[in-house]
């Protein structure tokens, strides 16, 4: 089959959900089938200003083509407009200019919608709210697919989404919590739809033996000890064959530690992290907390905080893997993939529960627990880090749920049952 993929922006480097999401999906459908990808040369969503080459590119073996940005998009004019229409009635003309204003549009993309959709098998859209899905998915709507990629938010009460959603033969959805997000904010169920999720292929389990041992992660045991005052000579004999262990011996982490996988800024849950994890140490917990990802605010130095850095993606999962339990702080993560991550090498989660998509991968999986203020997130790691047998089972339970449902072969065999109705 041939498929067309519309989304805003594409790119290695973009790590929004709804790109990442798409570009997984277009790596992954292209060993089996020809995708084409066609979006903008934006790169910024905040300004939608074209960054990128026009025309034809190759992105991890994905056919890309870039059309120029169109006029059109106002930050000014469209924060004046959502909150104009969060308060006063609002028309369909009123909502088309607030996407409108939201941007990107393209004239290019949708020319070449015009004259090329018959070429494809079935377009998938992703992304609900901008204006390529709303003038794109009227030019070929019984081969279109959408996936709606949406968060909660005044905007969504629209009834413009209502229509949009109606429009295509099918909607795809990356979790249960996004569909039943869609169902209350728009109040529709899809006609016909999918929650395709998105696909983790789990590391094989790596020893670290000390003849490849890199150098650099040497310990020199006259005058460095590991955390905790255990030289390398005093660790167990089984050490170098435990979970994780390029990414312990790299970081000198010879003991249990708890991880948060993502960037440390205050808008995404890691400044309450922070001070939840002060409560947890200030009733004598001693467990260490690993911080990955770039540091956008300024962190303690206390004994129990321990910082890696930004950390490639085939170090990711090692360090997943090596971890006694992960916590997602964050709220409204479309994808939820470091708890499938987490979940994939056998490592409990910890998530708060403004994360509804980890929340229901947790419960479904039965390897994670929940919290909703500091009490609960310090009764629910102290249990974890204390109780072996519990997280032993967490692991296993972790593991068969994601070998059942989030590798990439269940993942692709949904995607294509969903765009199946498009042929």
């Keep these: 089959m041939r498929f067309a993929f519309i989304t805003p922006r594409y790119g290695a480097e973009i790590t ?119 003038a794109g998915l009227e030019l070929a709507p019984r081969r279109s697919v959408l996936f709606p990629c949406v968060r909660p938010g005044p905007a969504l009460r629209f009834g413009l989404w209502a229509d949009l959603l109606s429009t295509p033969v099918s909607v795809g959805f990356f979790s249960n919590a996004e569909r039943q997000l869609v169902c209350d904010y728009v109040g529709l169920v899809p006609r016909h739809e999918e929650i395709v999720g998105i696909g983790v ?63 440390v800024e205050a808008d995404n849950g890691s400044e309450e992290l922070l001070e939840y994890y002060d409560a947890y140490a200030a009733g004598g917990n001693d467990l260490p907390l690993v911080l990955m990802g770039a540091k956008m605010l300024k962190v303690p130095e206390t004994p129990y905080l321990r910082l890696s850095g930004v950390l490639p993606d085939r170090e990711r999962m090692t360090a ?6 992960t916590i997602v702080p964050g709220a409204g993560d479309l994808l939820a993939e470091s708890t499938l991550q987490s979940l994939a090498v056998g490592t409990p989660v910890l998530t708060s529960t403004r994360n509804p998509a980890a929340v229901d991968h947790c419960r479904e999986a039965g390897a994670g627990l929940c919290y909703a203020d500091r009490d609960e997130f310090v009764e629910a790691l102290t249990l974890l880090s204390r109780q072996t047998d519990l997280r032993k089972r967490m692991s296993e339970s972790g593991r068969r749920y994601v070998r059942q449902h989030h590798q990439w072969d269940a993942v692709m065999g949904r995607f294509e049952r969903l765009v199946g109705r498009a042929r």
């Design 16 to 134: 929004g959900d709804a790109e990442r999401a798409c570009r997984q999906l277009a790596e992954h459908l292209s060993r089996r089938h020809d995708v084409e990808v066609l979006t903008t040369t934006a790169r910024d969503a905040g300004t939608w200003r074209g960054e990128y080459s026009e025309g034809a590119d190759r992105v991890r073996r994905v056919h890309v083509r870039r059309f120029a940005v169109s006029p059109g998009h106002d930050r000014a004019t469209h924060e004046r407009l959502e909150q104009q229409l969060r308060t006063a009635p609002r028309t369909r003309a009123d909502e088309l200019a607030w996407v409108r204003a939201l941007g990107p549009s393209s004239a290019g993309l949708i020319e070449h919608l015009r004259r090329q959709h018959g070429s494809y098998d079935a377009l998938v859209f992703f992304g609900l709210c901008h204006p390529l899905a709303v």
């Design 201 to 263: 292929d789990p590391p094989s389990r790596q020893s670290y033996p000390r003849h490849q041992q890199d150098p650099a992660d040497a310990i020199d045991s006259e005058h460095d000890e590991a955390p905790g005052g255990a030289d390398e000579e005093e660790t167990p004999a089984d050490y170098l064959s435990a979970p994780g262990i390029p990414f312990r011996r790299r970081h000198r982490l010879y003991g249990d530690f708890a991880f948060y996988g993502g960037r």
């Design 320 to 325: 997943y893997e090596a971890a006694s339990v």
